[in-house]
């Protein structure tokens, strides 16, 4: 194959990367640049207009000018790598595309291709179109099998050609942009990273001081600043009031915030033996845990309905034990020695370990563990039961679940609505992008919204 030219696997990645995230990314960082820029002004009047004379003047304004020296590089850093996310969330926006492009090509060569029989082998029906055509027009490898015996190819292959060079000449220009423009982010992160300056606190993390719970006037100008936009991303919940102390250090930072959040809160139902049958059942369930629900959606900068309306789906699902035992299944059909892979087991348990759903509102694991802030590509024995345990806590489950509906909202483009102004038609999407994924606009999906919508009523009457 030429070298202009490139597999749909080579760039299947896209499929997941989601510009209005990365811009969401890029807001957090500008925003942090204009909460420095307020600061560079009080700092310069502090150096330039204070005339006082001791034996530590010098001292007092040397001191004013590096701290004003400081926020101004701070915010140059934070601008930089601002302006880089920017940047590379525009390339991936037109590398999707030209993959939008590759895709609809290939499932022309696709249909061109199963004129001619259908695959036999398991591993001839899951490789790509591309693939295909390569191996059947080459008449050697897996998929000579897909017509048994006799395959004249040669009216197709004009047109099969044609196909195949313009799917992997799409993809190869969606993978040139998005390398290019990664390359290049990566560069100008580096840049305003090395602006920044490193601070350490002898001892260790440990030892740093809790100076948010030791000072009243430091809590006092937090609670009046919480009002102002530049402390927080507007449609986002309140920031973090403290760094939580250090515990586990198998634990993520996110994970530790929750738990401190939820040790102020009641204990709430669980349906693990008995999930709730009826409406009924359901509206006690949203009404036992409507504290929790209320903080979970506070913490993410959502809608209580949000979060409690995927609880009335959720809740009534199958039962907790059975997601233990699924999961128990995957892992013993994932093993190297198992004669069939976990993906092909029957019935719903089909699928890997990883995307077990746990939990009262259900979460598949490697979602929960991107909310926590794991790579779920690369998670630990330790990280995984730790993450299998914080779903399978109703309070956690409900913190994790509200981050990740705030991740939905900010995929959709609804990052900067505040929970307040989100429309009923805006929560259906995000009902339906949170059942669906990247198949959010399909049929089952879209049902599923629905069902959202039609009960938000009976919610919002359970949460009073």
Not at 2 to 27: T, Y
Not at 121 to 133: G, L, N, Y
Request: charge should be negative; charged fraction near 25%; aromatic fraction near 6%.
């Amino acid at each position: 194959m030429s070298s202009g030219l490139s597999h749909r696997e080579d760039v299947a990645f896209l499929e997941e990367c989601n510009p209005p995230l990365i811009e969401r990314n890029a807001a957090e960082f500008r925003r942090l640049r204009d909460l420095l820029v307020q600061v560079e002004e009080p700092a310069r009047r502090a150096e330039t207009r204070t005339e006082w004379e001791s034996e530590g003047s010098q001292t007092y304004t040397a001191r004013l000018t590096e701290a004003r020296l400081l926020v101004a590089q701070m915010a140059e850093g934070y601008d930089r790598a601002a302006s880089a996310l920017n940047a590379y969330a525009a390339a991936v926006t037109t590398a999707k595309s030209h993959y939008r492009n590759g895709r609809h090509t290939e499932r022309a060569l696709a249909a061109l291709i199963a004129t001619k029989g259908m695959a036999v082998t398991e591993v001839a029906r899951a490789a790509e179109p591309m693939r295909q055509w390569e191996d059947m027009r080459a008449t050697t490898g897996f998929l000579d099998l897909l017509a048994e015996a006799t395959l004249d190819v040669d009216d197709i292959r004009e047109e099969a050609d044609r196909l195949h060079d313009g799917a992997g000449g799409s993809f190869h220009l969606a993978k040139t942009v998005e390398e290019e423009a990664r390359a290049t982010c990566v560069h100008a992160l580096k840049q305003a990273y090395e602006l920044l300056p490193e601070f350490k606190v002898p001892g260790g993390a440990g030892a740093r001081p809790d100076l948010y719970a030791a000072m009243a006037d430091i809590r006092r100008e937090a609670a009046e600043a919480a009002s102002s936009p530049l402390t927080h991303l507007p449609g986002s919940g309140p920031k973090r009031e403290t760094a939580p102390p250090p515990g586990d250090a198998g634990m993520s930072p996110a994970l530790r915030d929750i738990r401190m959040r939820i040790s102020s809160l009641p204990q709430a139902d669980d349906s693990y033996w008995d999930p709730p049958g009826d409406d009924a059942e359901r509206a006690g369930w949203i009404s036992h845990n409507k504290e929790v629900l209320r903080a979970a959606a506070q913490h993410s900068g959502l809608p209580a309905e949000l979060v409690a309306g995927i609880a009335w789906k959720e809740i009534g699902g199958q039962y907790g034990v059975t997601d233990d035992l699924t999961d128990t299944l995957r892992g013993a059909a994932d093993s190297p020695l198992s004669p069939v892979a976990a993906r092909d087991l029957p019935w719903r348990l089909g699928g890997t370990p990883d995307e077990t759903s746990f939990g009262p509102i259900a979460i598949q694991l490697r979602r929960g563990a991107e909310v926590l802030g794991y790579d779920p590509a690369h998670l630990t024995d330790a990280q995984r039961d730790l993450v299998e345990e914080s779903l399978q806590d109703p309070r956690q489950n409900a913190f994790i679940a509200a981050g990740y509906l705030a991740q939905l909202k900010a995929e959709a483009g609804y990052g900067d609505v505040p929970a307040e102004q989100l429309t009923d038609a805006q929560m259906r999407e995000i009902a339906a992008r949170y059942n669906g994924g990247p198949y959010w606009q399909s049929g089952k999906a879209q049902d599923y919204g629905d069902d959202f919508g039609g009960a938000l009523g009976k919610v919002k009457d359970a949460m009073r």
